[in-house]
């Protein structure tokens, strides 16, 4: 295994569109942080496109959104934008209050998972850690 | 527990005392010590060695009068019940309108508007991506927009509370709809709730802000604009709600917003305003958890507080003035997705803490909240909760009914003096602005949350049907609220480009050009010249345009 794998996986915790009520993705960046991650934490109502740049300035490995006020809905434009920057492997993770009909369509968009209330810290930081390896792996196999 | 004699009047006291010490500690030899959530230890037993009626006069006195512990009118809940305002916006004004109708039918008199987050965003709705307009409330950018939430409805008899962050501009809109059907402002009545800017910062939740300095102005002037103008409308209400939802412990939470009052009422004493006119028109606006007891010591303490404050530090003598009136909202911070009907009985346990503390207003939360903006049924169950407790529980007979108890008037004591000490550190910070500017306060409520959280993820606070009491299946109904269709927020964009044509474009440039000076200036009232715009026509994103141009953009105040 290169070095370049061994490094701690690299995370963009933010929120889109309209809302700001951070304290689930404060408390998501903090779980991550204690787990070993890197995390690069925005300030809320980031523009879909300026995320896009950050995720490519700051080479993550994946995306977490967090949404509470429907901004979710802006999800699947934000995996097209990734798509056209050619980041289409990069995971989007979301987290907050998604109603049960939209999980669906969020996850036939692209969107790796949906975290509703009440995850556990370990389901979200193994299923982060899991997503963030295999985007490496596929990023390292692309390369070649 | 403590150890010394009681010097109680009271024959075989401490002997009693030292027998069930003895009992007790047999039955439970290794306790360990509980805390709420406050962080201040929890006693198995209260007795008079914790409160006695020689206290009486001066700790609970009567309501309405003198320490104001027990209720800040004579008659409470037995005179007036409170108000049951159910928070309500989504779609269209013609979809508030309707809705409101409804609330109307059904008795309601208090109501309130909850305008879409492009609205709190400070946007006009052809600035937004139109899939996120109307989903969360109505859009309201517009006098013609403000005149159809309101139509066939008398504004002047019911008592409006907007949710409407600085600049204030729904309020605007609705003074020019008071003008357009000749209803004399004075008749007015209500509150701008979200006026407290300083919240905002410390809890990023979705209103967009103008930064510190030019908020400081704006709020003052619309205080100023308000009692003179609109003299029964209330301009300010100070938010704990928010604070305690992003992690503040109640106790916290309870303490920055008194600090957050004080700021505030400083800064309208700055600007020669008399305290005996500006500080009936307070208002205040909190959470209520599921800490039972907590948040009843919490309202009852903080009542007791802030009329000290009055009194000592800014010798208002209007009785009035001493009112700490509020209203409360149930905890959404509290609710699960998981077994969501379960949620009802939280609410149930919130709403009577809310109304043991002796609120003036409540909204109960829908059981769905944590699962969408609320469905039409399940708020009617959050509004058939209210009508239970208060007409068939019959809560509101007596006054104050939990004061007296051992335990309730020595955790008010503890939490009073708890948040003395956290209002005192404020005061050292340099005030609340200050506080918030340094990220002092922002920093102890993030590590609230934290601290929280970890119990949550431990198990030492129980979450049921999270961390306990799970069940495999969850097979509780989940149904969401339709969004707008494509159709209606098209229909509704379209209203606003004729809006915009069929005004007088030449008088909007006008005022808009007055208000761009105004702002510049720095002795003329911000607020009536934003007001003065409205009225020649200029919509909510074209006025909030021209401050943020002019005042700059608050920038979220982010702890790394």
């Known amino acids: 295994m290169s070095t370049s794998a061994q490094r701690p996986y690299r995370v963009l915790v933010s929120k889109i569109g309209l809302d700001g009520h951070d304290r689930g993705s404060r408390i998501v960046a903090a779980y991550l942080r204690d787990a070993g991650m890197e995390v690069i934490y925005t300030a809320p109502w980031q523009e879909v496109q300026a995320l896009v740049r950050m995720a490519s300035d700051e080479d993550v490995d994946l995306i977490g959104i967090s949404s509470l006020a429907t901004d979710h809905l802006l999800l699947p434009k934000l995996l097209e934008a990734l798509r056209a920057a050619d980041l289409g492997d990069l995971p989007v993770v979301v987290g907050g209050i998604v109603p049960d009909e939209d999980e669906q369509a969020l996850i036939e968009a692209g969107v790796r998972r949906v975290f509703h209330p009440g995850s556990s810290r370990d389901e979200i930081v193994s299923t982060v850690a899991a997503l963030a390896a295999e985007a490496r792996i596929q990023r390292k196999t692309e390369s070649f | 527990m403590r150890r010394q004699p009681s010097q109680l009047p009271l024959p075989g006291f401490d002997q009693a005392r030292a027998e069930w010490r003895r009992a007790y500690g047999e039955q439970l ?158 008749k007015l009545t209500g509150t701008s709730n979200q006026s407290d800017y300083i919240s905002h910062f410390v809890a990023n939740h979705m209103f967009f802000r103008i930064a510190l300095p030019g908020s400081r102005r704006i709020l003052i002037d619309h205080i100023e604009f308000t009692n003179r103008h609109v003299p029964g409308w209330n301009p300010v209400s100070v938010v704990g709600q928010h604070m305690q939802q992003a992690g503040a412990t109640p106790a916290e939470a309870m303490a920055f917003t008194l600090c957050t009052a004080v700021q505030y009422a400083e800064d309208c004493i700055a600007r020669g305003m008399d305290p005996d006119t500006f500080l009936p028109r307070f208002t205040f606006f909190f959470d209520i958890s599921i800490s039972f007891f907590e948040e009843i010591a919490k309202f009852r303490a903080g009542r007791r507080i802030w009329a000290r404050i009055v009194r000592q530090r800014f010798g208002a003598r209007n009785p009035r003035a001493a009112r700490f009136k509020f209203h409360a909202q149930t905890s959404g911070v509290d609710l699960t997705r998981q077994q969501p009907y379960n949620n009802i009985a939280r609410v149930t346990a919130q709403a009577m803490a809310g109304i043991f503390g002796g609120l003036q207003s409540l909204h109960t939360d829908a059981y769905d909240e944590v699962l969408s903006v609320p469905t039409e049924h399940a708020a009617r169950i959050a509004v058939c909760t209210q009508n239970i407790l208060r007409e068939e529980a019959q809560l509101g007979d007596v006054i104050d009914p939990l004061g007296g108890s051992y335990y309730l008037e020595h955790l008010t004591n503890e939490t009073e003096a708890l948040i003395e000490s956290l209002i005192a550190k404020v005061d050292d910070a340099g005030g609340m602005y200050r506080a918030v500017e340094t990220g002092l306060v922002q920093t102890m409520i993030g590590e609230s949350a934290m601290r929280f959280q970890a119990r949550v993820d431990n198990g030492e606070q129980t979450v049921v049907g999270v961390n306990k009491y799970r069940l495999e299946e969850d097979s509780d109904a989940r149904a969401s609220l339709k969004r707008p269709s494509p159709e209606k927020i098209e229909a509704q964009l379209e209203s606003l480009r004729q809006y915009k044509k069929g005004r007088d474009s030449a008088a909007v440039q006008r005022a808009l050009e007055t208000l761009t000076r105004v702002a510049d200036s720095e002795n003329e009232n911000v607020y009536a010249a934003l007001v003065e715009a409205t009225i020649a026509g200029a919509t909510h994103g074209e006025v909030v345009a021209v401050l943020r141009r002019e005042m700059g953009d608050g920038e979220p105040l982010i702890v790394p």
């Open chain 2, 29 to 186: 030899p290794e306790e360990r010590p509980i805390f709420n959530r406050s962080g201040i230890e929890i006693a198995p037993l209260y007795t008079p060695e914790h409160f006695s009626d020689e206290r009486y006069m001066d700790a609970l006195g009567f309501p309405g009068h003198g320490p104001m512990t027990r209720g800040i009118y004579p008659s409470m809940h037995r005179g007036r019940a409170w108000s049951q305002r159910q928070l309500i916006g989504l779609g269209v004004p013609e979809d508030y309108n309707r809705r409101l109708k409804r609330i109307l039918a059904s008795g309601g008199t208090a109501v309130s508007l909850i305008p879409c987050n492009s609205v709190y965003r400070g946007l006009d709705a052809d600035q937004v991506d139109p899939l996120l307009l109307g989903t969360c409330g109505a859009v309201v950018n517009t006098v013609d927009d403000m005149d159809a939430c309101f139509a066939d409805v008398a504004v002047d008899e019911l008592s409006t509370a907007m949710n409407d962050p600085l600049p204030f501009t729904l309020l605007a809109l609705l003074l020019a709809v008071s003008d357009r059907r000749g209803i004399p402002w004075t």
